[in-house]
């Protein structure tokens, strides 16, 4: 199952590497605000699944553009071309993201990386790695000489003076906070060791699910705002190192609102 979603991911790469060269041509609808779909994601996506099925025809789907479709115990957890934005723009910080699912566990995760040429794997219980060589997270003791990442809030701004308070405050206790606009990548990053910690607010099951099982098999923490394990379902999420983890939850937890910790994603 890992293999057939690194030959879906690649082949969304492909496609995704390829409309890189004719960027100004590429066809683009906007659908909310600051939320952009491309016939580059459209078509991403429609490799990914094509690929899956011919696999595992009686699988079930949930994918950002196409969504859910049907009924099984294994599912795939689809973002073709999480950073589409930055993708649009040139800015080489994007990459498909597919995690599958068994009984609500996900057990795979794949995150390629399609400008970098780099593949984040992971199989629950037996680690992580990046083109094949095993990672762990950073062995970072403090979150105070800490790599954080983050992002900003885009689509729905109504909580975008409490992020903003816990953007001021992970600031002040880490060597330097990063948006680099692609949740999956930045998790990715994390699992890697490139980023100490991540927070995030407003995320789909899809940004999350691979990325996720990356960090936990890592070696790293994983949890919603509170500390909990209901990020998937409250859509946000807080990652790193165990040590810089419970830093940042704590930096984190005077700004929590019922509001925002009532959030729910895409299921």
């Known amino acids: 199952m890992l293999n057939t979603a690194v030959k879906a991911a690649r082949r969304a790469g492909n496609i995704i590497s390829r409309a890189t ?18 016939e580059v994601d459209r078509e991403a996506e429609r490799a990914i699944i094509s690929t899956l099925h011919e696999a595992y025809p009686g699988h079930a789907i949930l994918a950002e553009e196409s969504g859910a479709s049907g009924n099984s115990e294994y599912r795939w957890v689809i973002d073709p071309l999480d950073g589409t934005t930055n993708f649009l723009h040139g800015f080489p910080q994007y990459c498909v993201s597919i995690a599958l699912e068994h009984r609500g566990t996900v057990t795979q995760a794949v995150i390629y990386d399609p400008a970098r040429n780099d593949l984040f794997t992971a199989s629950r219980g037996r680690g992580a790695f990046l083109n094949e060589t095993r990672i762990r ?82 070696g790293g923490l994983v949890s919603d705002l509170e500390g909990n394990d209901g990020w998937m379902q409250s859509g946000s999420i ?3 190192t165990p040590k810089v983890f419970v830093e940042l939850l704590q930096i984190l937890a005077p700004h929590l609102t019922p509001a925002l910790t009532a959030r729910h994603s895409a299921a």
């Not at 060269?21 to 491309?38: C, H, I």
């Not at 062995?139 to 003076?161: N, V, W």
């Not at 880490?174 to 930045?186: F, H, Q, T």
């Open 238 to 240: 807080v990652a790193g």
């Open 137 to 218: 997270v950073s062995k970072r003791q403090h979150m105070k000489s800490g790599l954080i990442g983050t992002g900003f809030p885009f689509k729905e701004l109504a909580h975008l003076e409490t992020y903003m308070a816990m953007l001021r405050d992970a600031m002040k206790g880490s060597a330097g906070v990063r948006r680099a606009g692609s949740a999956a990548l930045d998790l990715a990053f994390v699992a890697a060791g490139r980023l100490d910690g991540f927070w995030e607010i407003g995320l789909s099951r899809w940004d999350m699910a691979a990325g996720a099982l990356l960090i936990t098999e890592a």
């Open 21 to 38: 060269r004719n960027l100004d041509v590429v066809a683009v609808r906007e659908k909310a605000a600051n939320d952009f779909v491309s």
